[in-house]
């Protein structure tokens, strides 16, 4: 069964459509409020129900649809649509979580929450979030870099106005404004790797543009570059990846769809530039030094997995010294999508997979531990995990979510992503990249340390007094449903994870060209055994055992060396704590090591690119200070002698070329 055109079409528009036509009924005197959010969801699900539809009807392979010309004076432009098995991976993720988060977001935005002060009048959140989707599907499903380069920037312009809802506080507009820079630093460059594509193919339909350029061709060093410039900033990549944590400031319900769903364009993009248009370009550049160290891999999959590393580290390293709930998580995201791009880098059949399923993975971990976090904050009212403790009494179902959530971020056996992360060591191993399977094992050691110490702070530290004014109890219905689904789906992707690998991952990799026997190859039939019962068993018990002995002896300390209550109540559990009071008989444990042997502060300071962009920014500022001096009113003779140089030279250049 075909994937009916008109499926593709309406799942892009009809959320464009909704969301514009949702403030109109907004204004409606009787009920419009409550009408325009109810619409606005039931979009939502019914776009979910068309993408979903799509997966199901892949059978006969990808669907092309024609939307319209271009008529230039250099050839024609085709504007159309193109969906296959990679494009419905995140597009069905990215729709699953717009619904999810629309029904989060009626309680969660709303008199009761505790933190904001709200009503129940419908507002830009719904509206917009929605919207984010319908660009999220124009771009994946774009089959021109003209579609491509129109809906990317509509990704952009709707994270904007998400991250600046609460535009009366300076903090928010100013993170708004910071991701609007970092991610039109991505769309410029790849308007321009789009120019000089054209002007060299001829064509912008991105399905041909491997045969228009041969291999080795002069170009290649330059649209590379371009196209991965155009890919950090939408997958939070070092050293674009700052505006992340930031962005945090939105309301959850937001912060769930462009930090869960946002990163899928840019993982999207570089899997579909580098492993399905432009691979046989990558394969056949330079092979890197070292194979033993390096692996035996391309130079531009070296330079991608590169990337992915550090962002993995960097992204852990951060997250050991936040205190910020939502923040810590949004270090977690930029840690893990390096995880993710450090697979998808190497360009091998398993680890396209294995990054198509740690994405999946990742998007429902992150999108779960999001939504514990907002059901925090809206029951609590604080952010900063050191005011919070003790929630597993008051939020149960909450508090189990949660540990569900933690349990797959520290890649426990029989959890998503312990499966994600066994076709990584694979993927890594298979090339003999030994730097990576190095990085790939810090990586997940950092984010266990970073998972245990935000349960531990959130829901299992207790305290003499109550930190809380008013009852704390689990969020209504309408919050705690899209919890326990992502808890659901994490249990069942982490014992069966065939489920997603035979419906969405493998028939990706399949369309974009690597070999299904290969694949399946790997995944079922390894020496290792994939799911041998006996060692998840052990495994489990072990991990079990050692994350109760850390927790009842970090609770024995804490104890031994109480401090008076003043001076506790500002001092989290891993590393933003006093250090001096790990000096002590009992103090040199797991966290003493982070703190004074890995020196992770000193790490944060340096791996913090904000320092630079600050100066950067200063001097431009500057500079067009200077620039002022040419105004003709206040330097008459400066601004006409700077015309007839600046004229003299068009001309001699014009001369030239002739």
């Not at 949660?402 to 890594?428: D, N, Q, R």
Request: some cysteine; proline content about 5%; glycine content about 6%.
């Amino acid at each position: 069964m075909a994937i009916p055109s008109g499926s593709a079409v309406l799942a892009i528009f009809l959320p464009v459509v909704v969301a514009v036509l949702s403030h109109l009924i907004a204004k409606s005197p009787k009920g419009g409020s409550k009408l325009a959010k109810a619409i606005c969801i039931l979009a939502s699900y019914i776009t979910l129900f068309l993408v979903s539809s799509m997966i199901f009807a892949m059978q006969d392979g990808p669907v092309r649809v024609q939307l319209f010309t271009i008529s230039l004076p250099t050839g024609i432009v085709n504007v159309g649509l193109y969906v296959d098995s990679l494009a419905l991976v995140p597009a069905f993720l990215s729709s699953l979580f717009t619904a999810l988060a629309l029904t989060y977001n009626v309680y969660y935005l709303s008199p009761y929450n505790r933190a904001y002060n709200v009503g129940w009048e419908f507002n830009r959140s719904y509206s917009f979030i929605l919207l984010f989707n319908g660009a999220m599907l124009g771009t994946l499903f774009s089959n021109s870099l003209l579609g491509l380069i129109i809906f990317w920037e509509l990704v952009s312009v709707c994270s904007y106005v998400l991250i600046s809802f609460w535009n009366e506080e300076r903090f928010s507009l100013w993170a708004a404004t910071k991701c609007f820079i970092m991610t039109h630093v991505g769309s410029l460059a790849l308007l321009v790797a789009t120019i000089i594509i054209y002007f060299i193919t001829g064509t912008l339909e991105i399905s041909e543009l491997a045969q228009m350029i041969p291999l080795g061709a002069p170009a290649i060093p330059v649209i590379f570059p371009l196209l991965l410039i155009a890919a950090l900033p939408k997958t939070v990549l070092f050293p674009l990846h700052t505006w992340l944590p930031d962005g945090t400031v939105a309301p959850t319900s937001a912060t769930v769809v462009f930090h869960v769903c946002g990163f899928q364009t840019g993982i999207y993009m570089i899997i579909r530039f580098f492993s399905d248009v432009f691979h046989e370009h990558v394969i056949s550049s330079v092979q890197m030094p070292l194979p033993l160290v390096f692996g035996n891999i391309s130079v531009w999959s070296f330079v991608i997995s590169l990337i992915g590393a550090i962002t993995f580290i960097i992204g852990a390293v951060n997250g050991l010294v936040e205190n910020d709930f939502k923040r810590i998580i949004a270090y977690g995201t930029i840690s893990g999508l390096g995880c993710i791009i450090m697979a998808a880098g190497l360009t091998t059949p398993l680890s396209i997979v294995a990054s198509l399923f740690l994405m999946i993975s990742h998007a429902l971990c992150f999108g779960l531990l999001f939504l514990c976090a907002g059901a925090v904050i809206y029951t609590t009212g604080k952010h900063n995990i050191n005011e919070i403790g003790g929630l597993y009494q008051h939020m149960p179902i909450t508090a189990f979510c949660c540990l569900i959530g933690i349990f797959t971020w520290s890649t426990v056996p029989l959890l998503s992503e312990f499966a994600g992360k066994y076709l990584l060591f694979h993927a890594t191993i298979n090339v003999q990249a030994t730097l990576f399977t190095v990085v790939a094992f810090l990586g997940c050691v950092l984010n266990v340390a970073i998972a245990m110490r935000l349960m531990h702070s959130v829901f299992m530290k207790k305290s003499a007094e109550s930190p809380f004014k008013l009852p704390v109890e689990d969020p209504p219905v309408a919050m705690l449903a899209p919890m326990v689904l992502m808890t659901i789906f994490l249990i069942v992707f982490g014992v069966a994870p065939t489920i997603p690998l035979s419906s969405l991952v493998i028939p990706a990799a399949r369309d974009i060209g690597f070999p299904e026997t290969v694949v399946v190859q790997w995944l079922i039939e390894t020496p290792l055994g994939f799911w041998d019962p006996f060692v998840i068993v052990i495994s489990i018990v072990g991990l079990f055992a050692l994350f109760s002995s850390i927790i009842l002896y970090l609770g024995k300390i804490t104890v031994t060396y109480r401090k008076p209550p003043s001076e506790e109540a500002f001092k989290p559990f891993l590393c933003g704590e006093d250090i001096s009071l790990l000096d002590c008989p009992k103090g040199n444990h797991f966290y003493h090591v982070l703190t004074k042997v890995m020196k992770v502060d000193v790490a944060c300071e340096i791996s913090n690119v904000d320092v630079a962009y600050n100066k950067l920014s200063k001097k431009f500022f500057d500079f067009c200070g200077k620039l002022l001096r040419l105004d003709i009113q206040q330097n008459y003779f400066v601004a006409f002698t700077s015309f007839i140089a600046g004229t003299i030279v068009v001309l001699l250049i014009a001369f030239l070329g002739g």
